[in-house]
């Protein structure tokens, strides 16, 4: 399997701060029998900005760790980005932030319990520049919480999205299950990741969620999300997912838009 999503480096964001804990990372994941690890650490200017060259030589020292143990892991590069005005400067400027590395796809991260305004738009314009957006956890956001069908005009319009592993098997509360649930469902998830960050509390496991996707989609599609799909990405290509189902939103009277909205 493969972890697209995984705060591993160490002493570079909020995942493990020493070498020995990324490295019992590393084994928890192989034990699960994840084999490719995307290291994305958070990219977020002001807060978490380390430079290309410290994070590129952060995953060089893990990755000869990894292979002076014997442990069977790829990791290769990427980054969790926080979705700022600056986005397709940063993009532009900077390979690194893209996943493996290819400059064609990207993860995208939201604020927690909001969105910008007309976000979906503004990440689609950025496939037009030939970086597709991969959004992150929506389902962990609680906006997308009180807006259930908004990822529709995303996906269709060409994004992808990754739901995390434990959103799933509901170690991150009922209502984020039942909403990775219902996405899952829709055909608006296309990837599980672990966004893992420690060996301890939010470990890269990928098993039990699949299991538990299975039971939604079936065991192949279940599989592909964390196999074919991520596989392309890394290696920069589109790939093949199918529309979601288109949804009819029942259009409300003006009173009852102004009483609800
Ligand atoms: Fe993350």
Redesign the pocket.
Known sequence: MIDL?C?ILPGIDDGPETLDEAVEMCRIAHADGIRTIVA?P?FRPGRYDHSEVEVSSAREGLCSEVARLGIDITILGGA?VTVTPELPLHLGQRRGLTINNTGRFFLA?LPNGSVPARWDQYLLSLINKGCTPVL?HPERNGWFLSHRDALHPFVGGGGLVQITAMSLTGEAGEAVQSYSRYILKQGLAHIIAT?AHSAVQRKPLLSGAVAAAADIIGRDPAFRMVTDIPQAIIEGRRPDVDMPEQVVVPRRSWIERLLKT
């Open positions: 999503h705060h994305t958070h969790d991260e992150t966004d």
